[in-house]
Each structure stands twice: as C-alpha cells, then as structure tokens.
C-alpha cells in the first residue's frame, strides 16, 4: 500500500501499490511486463479513482527522458511527467509555443492529453487534439510508438489509461507569441446570452466566471493573442465594467494566484493559464465537475443550470463557461464538433456534490452533455448511453480489449465507465 498517497486536492486516497518512480523506458516496460496490474500516475490533478490500480502505481515524474524540438516538423516529444508549465518554459525560451494552456499548468502532459484537458478559446482544439505521437509501454512490456498516421492515434490519445503507460508524447507547436489578459466584471445575464457567439469569439480565449446566481456573470477574463489581433471590439460586453485591480475568479482568494491582468502583453505561457505555476492551483482544497455540450446548444445548457441555482450554489466556490474547438479523437469529450465547458469548482463537501450530479446531467442529457473524464461525474446523463454520446465507443472498447485482454491497465473506474 503507499502511504496516504492522494489526488492533487485530496479527494482520493491510492488504494494500490507498491507506489514506484522509473528513470527510464527500459525499467517501465520491465515494471509492466512483471506486473498482474499497474497504472501510471502524473501529477495527481484527477478527483476521482481514474488512475488507481489494484496493483502498482508507475508514478512518471523522475523519468529521463528529453525535451526534442524539431523546427522543421514543428513539433516538440516531451517526457510523459513533465508539467505543462514546466515544459511551456522551455519552448517559450527556444523561441516556441503550445497553441494554448488549461488553466493550470501544473498539469502533466500524458495525463492531460488522456482525459482530453483543455485550453479555451472558439478556435483552440483541446490540448489532446495537437498530439502528433505517442510512446505506449503495452500490457506484456513491449514499447510502441505510434505516429501522425498510426491508424491507432486518434483511438489512443484519449486513452484514459487503458491501453498502457505512455511515456513519451509528440506535440505540434508553433513560433511564440504574446498575449494580454483583461478581466471585466457584472455582465447582465440578458446580454451575455444574447451575445453569447459574440462574446465568446471577441478574443483568442474568454472565460465566463458566475455563482448562478443574480442578473450577472461575475467575470468575464478575456485573452487577446497580440500578434493575431485577437481584441474584439469592448461593445459586445455593454453593461460590464472593466476591474480596476486584478481578481481571482474564486471570491475571497488572493489574486496573487493568478497570472497577470490589466491588458499587459506577455509571453503566451504567463496569461493563457489563469494560475501562476509557482502558487497552489486554484483554490487547493476543492472538488471539481464539468459537462461539455455543442455550442449550438451552449445557451439552452446555460439556461437549464441557471433553473438549478438553488440546488448548485450553496455547494459551489465558482462555475466557468469557455469554448473549445471540436476534434477527431475517438474518446475527446470536443470529438466531433465544437463544444462549450460548463465547469463547477465544488466546495469540498463530497456527499453532497455528488447528491447533486445526477441533478445536474439530468438537465443537461438533452444537449448530449459529455461529461470530462478526469472530474467528478455520475455517468453518461439520464436515459443516455456512452454510445449515444461517442460514435467510436464501441471500436475504443473493442481495441482496449485487444490491446490488453487480461486488464492489466484495468481498474474500477474503466469497469464503471464499461471500458473493460
């Protein structure tokens, strides 16, 4: 057993172990091949069991493996462990950028792309979406990698673990870029759903921060790429006020936690994250869910958790609403169209919460709400099927069975979800 090894904030305790750091590939495919059960494990930012084994946990973090940019591909193969924060420091430096960050970036990279962690923005894909290779110890301890045009890819990406450790991943980037952040403040319900297209294109990533309650969104965090000119135009935000001082999109919290506001330009890795790398990401002790739908059903979404006030609020720390362009990946929860998040930062009253959640993916089962993979959820949404929401399901399901027909990467959160 390991020793009180939790998730990020807590709420998870590891029930598996031996707990083991490997420095290399090599002492990953042999952990694997010697193990009835393993899993890895990144930086713990999960809610939930989805990387927990009944055998050992491959932590990924002390793994040597280097950072390789190639100019001429565009595309940069990073050490599966390493921090998006960390890893953006770096190609930022050499003159490079990711074309977007999820709002923290102590995130690691293989567990980010496996759960379809996003970024925001309408014309910004999820983090997933700009994977061009992966490195994949499988179930007997062989090492394959699988690039651009594996037919496997797009299956894999998404993989929630099922199909191996990943130890290595190819990314497309491109040249660096500034960006300058804004945050704006009450903007009339009224006017942020009747402009909602609007204002969510009116700059390169728009956050909307509410409590669901009162006739306004509480903030509005807008990010302009300044070499693309990505600075819409103020009047899509009438009835807003632009804040005076930097804020915390969770009330109370110190804003020192956030990165810089105030239209400042900066590099892309300092404004696209809304949490510095140095500092507790978000609120530390907290839960979290979030459902994505359409965005053609984005503003009947919006309108049908607003009916839930009363039953959401009391639970909650903040909700945030952003945008994320669709993608191919059979298991991304952006596959096939684009979509809008609806994320929830919970208090961390765990009971409760999660009394909450069918509540929730009640209302939103009419707008085929996906829910994200590393936060809490209740399932697919009442009267809704995994298949009814992910059209390849059934092919990912038959390849996790092929790839790793003894269930060495299985685990309790795979057999809830009917991955294995």
């Known amino acids: 057993m390991t020793d009180a090894l939790t998730t990020w904030a807590g709420s998870h305790t590891f029930r598996g172990g031996p707990l083991v750091h490997p420095t290399s590939v090599t002492e990953v495919a042999e952990l694997v091949a010697g193990a009835q059960h393993v899993r890895a494990i990144g930086s713990r930012h999960s809610f939930h069991d989805l990387a927990d084994s009944p055998g050992t946990l491959v932590a990924l973090d002390r793994l040597e493996v280097p950072t390789v940019v190639d100019p001429d591909a565009r595309t940069v193969t990073v050490g599966a462990g390493v921090r998006y924060g960390e890893l953006a420091r770096d190609l930022h430096a050499a003159g490079w950028a990711l074309h977007t960050m999820a709002s923290l970036p102590h995130i690691a990279v293989a567990g980010t792309v496996a759960t379809a962690t996003h970024g925001s923005g309408d014309a910004s894909p999820n983090l997933s979406a700009v994977v061009r290779g992966l490195e994949v110890v499988g179930a007997g301890g062989e090492v394959r990698v699988l690039g651009p045009d594996d037919p496997e890819l797009a299956a894999s990406v998404v993989g929630l673990g099922a199909l191996g450790v990943v130890t290595r991943v190819t990314l497309a980037i491109q040249p660096t870029y500034d960006v300058a952040q804004e945050v704006w403040l009450d903007l009339p319900w009224d006017a942020a759903l009747g402009r909602f297209d609007a204002i969510m294109g009116s700059a390169y990533s728009v956050s909307l921060f509410t409590d669901w309650t009162g006739d306004a969104v509480g903030q509005v965090w807008r990010k302009h790429r300044v070499d693309a000119g990505t600075r819409g135009d103020d009047a899509v935000l009438a009835g807003a006020r632009p804040a005076e001082g930097p804020v915390h999109p969770v009330p109370g919290q110190d804003p020192a936690a956030c990165t810089q506001q105030g239209g400042v330009p900066g590099p892309w890795h300092e404004r696209l994250p809304h949490f510095r790398l140095e500092f507790t990401p978000s609120a530390g002790a907290e839960l979290q869910s979030e459902w994505l739908v359409p965005r053609t059903h984005a ?122």
Do not use: C
């Open 299 to 420: 503003v009947a979404a919006i309108e049908a958790l607003r009916g839930l006030s009363d039953q959401v609020s009391p639970l909650l720390m903040i909700s945030e609403i952003r945008s994320i362009a669709g993608d191919d990946l059979w298991l991304s929860t952006a596959h096939g169209g684009d979509r809008v998040g609806l994320h929830f930062t919970w208090q961390p009253r765990r009971a409760e919460v999660e009394a909450v959640l069918p509540v929730i993916e009640a209302a939103l089962a009419p707008f085929d709400a996906r829910p994200h993979w590393g936060k809490l959820f209740a399932g697919p949404g009442a009267g809704r099927t995994w298949q009814d929401l992910y059209p390849r399901w059934d092919d990912a399901r038959a390849l996790i069975e092929r790839r790793d027909p003894a269930g060495v990467f299985a685990n309790d959160y795979l057999r809830r979800v009917g991955l294995h």
